[in-house]
């Protein structure tokens, strides 16, 4: 988008403004200005936590704070992995993640075909229904919902502790049916007739026609399934108690009481290195499927 | 915003409506239909008891157990009890005050300041996807790791900033430790980790903006900031407005931030929002009734804002 620059994507400086000696001076010198200030702003911080976690203790709280570490301490990141369990617990939150997004594909994928393509009686009703949920604040429900989970209604199961007091909440997301839905109704209608005519089922159809069609939202849908899970706090801190089955988010603050300062980021570095890695490997998809699909904050 | 579109969709779905592929079906047509319908629910089957289980049952039980209380096991009806109890906690007012300020806040800076980077990016013919690949990067941090980095640059004895301020000869802060900044410094912290999807959405309904309203605004003799005033701004309105909302209906959620930088109550209960009371009253006083009522006020609250902006939307169209 940057590269190309003809009257349709002409903005707000007019390229002739631009080509002016003086309108040149001051492009030159917004832009150093804007690249210096915003690698110090979002770079610093990060290069600041990654040599936090190289000071030793009384360097990593020192007065003036020192810009590279003196004596390197490579062991505070050994300390921080083995001590912090740090690889459970991106195991734990990898876990949580994948499998939230499993039973969303599927949960969500299934009832939005229903929805769209099946057309059931009552179908309208249910969407109705879900949509409604998009209403009602998150936070609001934390109490019912957590009493809910520690006593199911009907089956009187206690999820607290396992991975389903995760995993199921995620697949009541009425984001999630009303993107697939509304992909699905753009699907034409002669495509699924001439599956029916072939004799295909429905579940054949979603399989073999309508899946293939949706990879844009399906790659939406599962980067919001993995990234709301991977950031979610509070749930997660009241469903799953034991150190052990915690995710990062909360598996760190509950360690970091008696840590450390320095192996405390240390960990804090470690834990931020595997999405910052997918995501500098895969920022193109990423960051067009997060604009494209749609304009949730 | 969601629910406006919606209608729309229905109805298109509904007009698309195939007459059945008739003709050989005629004569077990119940039967078929009975299959069909029978079909279809089970592609429904999971996610209506999920959205049952964890969705609608708990917004009913929400209001019921406003007007509950458990007292030794037994729950028993007790009217308006919880809801006055709530509000006249004596930090109830405390609590919306915060609240309302870290909205308010968040809206002052976090609202502004990725339209306005947003802008800026999208002039610049240079470095443009290393830019936005750095406003992003902080959404990709685990929250945990973010908020503690903060938190130890905001030290006022040893953290980073106190240093910078320092040697720019600046006075310095107390940040999260005093009552007077603790708030701001949780909405800094915040923005800095959340503003990158906000700046990439302004930035894409940016793009969109026809080239041909700003060369008619050069033609007029207009200037840069009218340019931005009477072009971009009500080009981008929908999208802003939209933001808007969201980012008010979030931002009175506020819990996270909040708990991890502070531990909740902060420096003379300066960051207790009234989700984090609503957390107090569950988790550490086990009152899930007076929760339940708090969270009812929420709701209203919440509910009553998103009603304004329908009405306000719908008549400035």
């Known amino acids: 988008m940057a590269a190309s620059f003809t009257s349709q994507n002409r903005t707000l400086i007019s390229p002739a403004a631009l080509s002016r000696p003086r309108g040149r001076l001051v492009y030159r010198i917004v832009l150093t200005v804007v690249i210096v200030v915003f690698t110090l702003v979002f770079l610093g911080p990060l290069y600041w936590m990654a040599t936090g976690g190289f000071k030793s203790a009384q360097e990593v709280v020192a007065n003036p704070p020192t810009f590279f570490p003196h004596h390197p301490k490579p062991g505070n990141y050994h300390t921080a992995w083995s001590q912090l369990q740090i690889a459970r617990l991106l195991f734990n939150t990898l876990y949580y993640a994948f499998g939230a997004l499993a039973f969303q594909l599927v949960f969500d994928v299934a009832a939005a075909y229903a929805i769209s393509k099946l057309r059931p009686v009552l179908g309208k009703l249910i969407l109705g229904a879900m949509l409604a949920t998009l209403m009602i604040p998150a936070t609001v429900l934390i109490v019912p919902q957590y009493m809910t989970v520690l006593d199911l209604p009907v089956l009187h199961v206690n999820l607290i502790g396992t991975p389903w007091a995760i995993w199921l909440p995620t697949v009541a997301n009425g984001f999630n049916i009303f993107l697939l839905k509304r992909f699905f109704d753009s699907i034409p209608e002669d495509l699924m007739h001439a599956a029916a005519i072939d004799g295909a089922s429905p579940l054949r159809t979603l399989w073999s026609i309508v899946l293939p069609m949706s990879r844009p939202i399906l790659g939406v849908v599962s980067i919001f399934a993995v990234v709301n899970v991977w950031k979610d706090f509070l749930w997660p801190m009241l469903v799953e108690p034991d150190p052990k089955k915690q995710p990062i988010n909360i598996g760190i603050r509950s360690l970091s009481q008696g840590v450390p300062e320095n192996v405390l980021i240390a960990a804090l570095a470690i834990s931020a290195l595997p999405t910052l890695l997918i995501f500098l490997l895969f920022q193109r998809n990423i960051m067009s499927g997060l604009t494209a699909g749609s304009l949730k904050g | ?317």
Not at chain 2, 186 to 200: D, E, H, Q
Not at chain 2, 260 to 282: D, E, F, I
Not at chain 2, 285 to 306: D, K, M, P
């Open chain 2, 1 to 317: 915003m969601a629910a406006t579109t919606v209608p729309e969709n229905t109805t298109q779905g509904h007009a698309r409506r195939p007459t059945r592929p008739a003709g050989r079906t005629a004569g077990t047509g119940t039967r078929r239909k009975v299959k069909n319908n029978l079909q279809a629910h089970g592609f429904l089957i999971g996610a209506v008891l999920c959205f049952l289980m964890f969705s609608w049952y708990p917004m009913v039980r929400e209001f019921i157990m406003s007007f509950q209380q458990k007292k030794r096991g037994v729950t028993s009806w007790v009217g308006f009890k919880n809801l006055d109890r709530v509000y006249h906690d004596p930090y109830f007012w405390t609590a919306w005050k915060n609240t309302a300020q870290f909205t308010l806040y968040a809206l002052v800076i976090g609202f502004a300041v990725p339209f306005v980077v947003a802008i800026v990016l999208n002039e610049l013919r240079h470095a443009q996807a290393y830019l936005r690949v750095l406003v992003y990067l902080p959404v990709m941090l685990p929250p945990v790791a973010g908020v503690l980095l903060f938190k130890y640059f905001y030290n006022p004895d040893y953290g980073l900033f106190n240093h910078v301020l320092k040697s720019l000869h600046l006075p310095t802060s107390q940040w999260l430790d005093s009552s007077h900044t603790a708030m701001i410094s949780v909405v800094i912290a915040a923005t800095w980790m959340n503003m990158g999807s906000a700046t990439l959405i302004y930035l894409a309904a940016l793009q969109n903006i026809p080239g041909e309203l700003y060369e008619a605004a050069d033609l007029d003799g207009a200037g840069l900031w009218s340019k931005i005033w009477h072009v971009t701004i009500p080009q981008t309105r929908l999208v802003l407005s939209m933001m808007l909302l969201l980012q008010i209906v979030a931002t009175m959620q506020e819990f996270t931030n909040v708990y991890l930088l502070t531990g909740g109550n902060g420096p003379q209960n300066s960051t207790m929002t009234v989700v984090y009371m609503v957390y107090q009253y569950a988790f550490s006083y086990n009152n899930f009734g007076s929760a339940a009522a708090l969270g009812l006020f929420l709701l209203l609250v919440l509910a009553a804002f998103s009603g304004v902006y329908a009405r306000l939307s719908r008549n400035s169209d």
